[in-house]
């Protein structure tokens, strides 16, 4: 089957730094996608992994190790307007997006 | 960004009645648009896809004959909910993918939030 393993929330302090891991099993792959999504609005796209390794994308970087079917997501510099959940979506072989219920990020001053 | 809008953003119908979203690539040619639902606090459901032209791909356990989807263009899909139900309320989202930037990437439209009275 496919499915996508993300923890359900977590709290980080304004300034600081924090990782959102997520693991996945899917039918073939064809990259990895982050998405942002805030309360009552759909998801914006943050990145996109296809290879192993870093992608840095100024206060966002994402990695993807294909081996051993992981991602995560880091955001430094944290702002309360970081406060949403994050998506991890990986591509399956029909370029289908599968979809897990998403970190909920909590930024606290 | 490619820019993906949808109307309306949100509307209020009474149970029975039928209602049509539109989805519209503004900047580019989308291929493959893709019509979600969202329930509270649960994940983005996948309930169709559709390319232009051709039939929709339902997901399993979505009514084709409930949601009817039409791709008519390269730039316009639409979703129509047809009698509809208070357990149909929820978060619609529409996403497109094309041949421009961002290869296989989806952009998603605003979402449009359906409430059945």
């Known amino acids: 089957g496919q499915n996508i393993d993300q923890p359900t929330e977590m709290t980080a302090t304004e300034g600081a730094i924090v990782q959102i891991n997520c693991t996945y099993q899917?039918?073939?792959?064809?990259?990895l996608f982050w998405y942002q999504q805030h309360a009552g609005e759909a998801p914006t796209f943050l990145s996109y992994?296809?290879l192993d390794g870093l992608e840095e994308k100024g206060r966002f970087s994402s990695f993807l190790s294909r081996s051993k079917g992981y991602s995560y997501l880091l955001l430094k510099e944290l702002q309360m307007k970081d406060s949403a959940s994050y998506l991890c979506a990986p591509q399956d072989s029909n370029y289908q997006l599968i979809w897990g219920a998403g970190t909920k990020l909590i930024i606290k001053p | 960004g490619a820019v993906v809008s949808q109307h309306p953003s949100w509307v209020i119908c009474k149970s029975g009645t039928s209602v049509k979203i539109e989805c519209r690539s503004l900047d580019f040619q989308a291929t493959t648009m893709f019509w979600y639902r969202q329930f509270p606090k649960q994940s983005l459901m996948l309930m169709a896809t559709?390319?232009?032209?051709?039939?929709?791909?339902?997901e399993q356990g979505v009514e084709k004959d409930k949601f009817l989807i039409n791709h008519a263009s390269l730039t316009l899909s639409t979703l129509t909910v047809t009698s509809a139900h208070p357990e149909d309320s929820s978060f619609y989202i529409c996403s497109a993918s094309g041949s421009a930037e961002g290869g296989n990437e989806q952009f998603f439209g605003p979402g449009t939030r359906l409430t059945v009275l």
């Open positions: 992994n296809v």
């Open positions: 899917t039918s073939g792959f064809n990259g």
């Open positions: 559709s390319n232009e032209g051709s039939k929709a791909t339902y």
